[in-house]
Protein backbone atom coordinates (compact mmCIF):
# COMPACT_ATOMS: atom_id res chain seq x y z
CA UNK A 1 0.00 0.00 0.00
CA UNK A 2 1.48 3.59 -1.33
CA UNK A 3 1.03 6.19 1.09
CA UNK A 4 2.50 9.83 1.40
CA UNK A 5 1.74 11.78 4.54
CA UNK A 6 2.70 15.47 4.81
CA UNK A 7 3.61 17.22 7.48
CA UNK A 8 4.78 20.55 9.04
CA UNK A 9 2.36 23.02 7.71
CA UNK A 10 1.53 25.47 10.47
CA UNK A 11 1.52 29.74 10.45
CA UNK A 12 4.29 31.53 10.01
CA UNK A 13 5.79 34.98 9.43
CA UNK A 14 6.74 36.23 6.68
CA UNK A 15 11.05 36.26 6.90
CA UNK A 16 10.28 33.16 8.60
CA UNK A 17 10.92 29.16 7.66
CA UNK A 18 9.28 25.57 7.88
CA UNK A 19 10.18 22.82 7.04
CA UNK A 20 7.50 20.31 5.30
CA UNK A 21 7.84 16.63 5.47
CA UNK A 22 6.37 13.57 3.29
CA UNK A 23 6.47 9.96 5.25
CA UNK A 24 6.51 7.40 2.31
CA UNK A 25 5.82 4.06 3.83
CA UNK A 26 5.29 1.05 1.42
CA UNK A 27 8.09 2.55 -0.91
CA UNK A 28 11.73 2.55 -1.99
CA UNK A 29 12.53 5.63 -1.73
CA UNK A 30 15.40 5.34 -3.73
CA UNK A 31 13.74 3.96 -6.31
CA UNK A 32 11.16 7.03 -7.05
CA UNK A 33 11.44 10.54 -7.75
CA UNK A 34 9.17 12.76 -5.56
CA UNK A 35 7.39 15.76 -6.49
CA UNK A 36 6.19 18.87 -4.10
CA UNK A 37 3.05 20.89 -5.49
CA UNK A 38 1.07 23.72 -3.42
CA UNK A 39 -2.00 25.06 -4.49
CA UNK A 40 -2.76 28.70 -3.61
CA UNK A 41 -6.32 29.69 -2.85
CA UNK A 42 -8.05 30.70 -6.17
CA UNK A 43 -5.26 29.32 -7.98
CA UNK A 44 -4.22 26.23 -10.03
CA UNK A 45 -1.78 23.59 -8.24
CA UNK A 46 1.81 24.03 -9.50
CA UNK A 47 4.87 22.20 -8.97
CA UNK A 48 7.25 23.35 -6.42
CA UNK A 49 10.14 21.51 -6.63
CA UNK A 50 11.47 17.47 -6.91
CA UNK A 51 13.57 15.00 -6.46
CA UNK A 52 14.81 12.43 -8.92
CA UNK A 53 15.10 8.71 -8.40
CA UNK A 54 18.59 7.12 -7.98
CA UNK A 55 20.03 10.15 -7.29
CA UNK A 56 19.33 12.08 -10.93
CA UNK A 57 19.10 14.94 -8.81
CA UNK A 58 16.74 17.69 -7.14
CA UNK A 59 14.65 20.44 -9.46
CA UNK A 60 13.29 24.07 -8.01
CA UNK A 61 10.82 25.95 -9.91
CA UNK A 62 12.42 28.78 -11.08
CA UNK A 63 10.77 31.34 -8.56
CA UNK A 64 12.01 29.42 -5.96
CA UNK A 65 15.39 28.59 -6.55
CA UNK A 66 17.33 29.92 -3.45
CA UNK A 67 15.28 29.67 -1.10
CA UNK A 68 13.62 26.28 -0.78
CA UNK A 69 15.80 23.02 -0.38
CA UNK A 70 14.55 19.74 -1.16
CA UNK A 71 16.14 16.84 0.68
CA UNK A 72 15.81 12.78 1.61
CA UNK A 73 16.53 10.91 4.59
CA UNK A 74 16.57 7.45 3.64
CA UNK A 75 16.81 5.92 6.95
CA UNK A 76 13.62 7.53 7.84
CA UNK A 77 12.14 7.03 4.25
CA UNK A 78 10.68 10.59 4.33
CA UNK A 79 11.39 13.82 2.04
CA UNK A 80 11.60 16.99 3.13
CA UNK A 81 11.32 20.56 1.81
CA UNK A 82 12.91 23.30 3.85
CA UNK A 83 11.49 26.79 3.01
CA UNK A 84 13.04 29.70 4.10
CA UNK A 85 12.48 33.71 3.81
CA UNK A 86 8.60 32.68 3.50
CA UNK A 87 6.76 35.11 1.45
CA UNK A 88 2.56 35.61 1.45
CA UNK A 89 2.42 34.54 -1.54
CA UNK A 90 3.59 30.73 -0.28
CA UNK A 91 0.89 30.27 1.24
CA UNK A 92 -1.58 27.63 -0.01
CA UNK A 93 -1.61 23.65 0.27
CA UNK A 94 1.40 21.64 0.05
CA UNK A 95 1.43 18.54 -1.67
CA UNK A 96 4.07 15.75 -2.18
CA UNK A 97 3.65 12.81 -4.98
CA UNK A 98 5.06 10.47 -6.46
CA UNK A 99 6.46 10.29 -9.79
CA UNK A 100 5.13 6.68 -12.19
CA UNK A 101 7.84 7.41 -14.91
CA UNK A 102 11.27 5.01 -14.55
CA UNK A 103 13.80 7.60 -15.58
CA UNK A 104 14.33 11.09 -13.95
CA UNK A 105 11.29 13.82 -15.28
CA UNK A 106 9.61 14.81 -12.76
CA UNK A 107 10.91 18.79 -12.91
CA UNK A 108 7.76 18.65 -15.79
CA UNK A 109 5.44 18.79 -12.79
CA UNK A 110 2.85 17.00 -15.38
CA UNK A 111 0.51 16.10 -12.63
CA UNK A 112 -1.03 13.01 -14.84
CA UNK A 113 2.62 11.46 -14.34
CA UNK A 114 2.19 11.93 -10.53
CA UNK A 115 0.22 8.41 -9.14
CA UNK A 116 -0.17 8.67 -5.94
CA UNK A 117 -0.70 12.29 -3.84
CA UNK A 118 -0.71 12.92 -0.43
CA UNK A 119 -3.32 14.86 1.51
CA UNK A 120 -1.89 18.12 1.59
CA UNK A 121 -0.26 20.16 4.70
CA UNK A 122 -1.74 23.93 4.95
CA UNK A 123 1.37 26.97 4.79
CA UNK A 124 0.22 29.97 5.68
CA UNK A 125 2.60 32.95 6.07
CA UNK A 126 0.95 35.92 7.48
CA UNK A 127 2.26 38.82 10.27
Known amino acids: QVQLVESGGGLVQPGGSLRLSCAVP????????IGWFRQAPGKEREGVACSSRYGGGEYYADSLKGRFTISRDYAKNTMYLQMNTLKPEDTGVYYC????????????????????WGQGTQVTVSS
Open 26 to 33: GLILDRNS
Open 97 to 116: AKDRRPFSACYDYLESQYDY
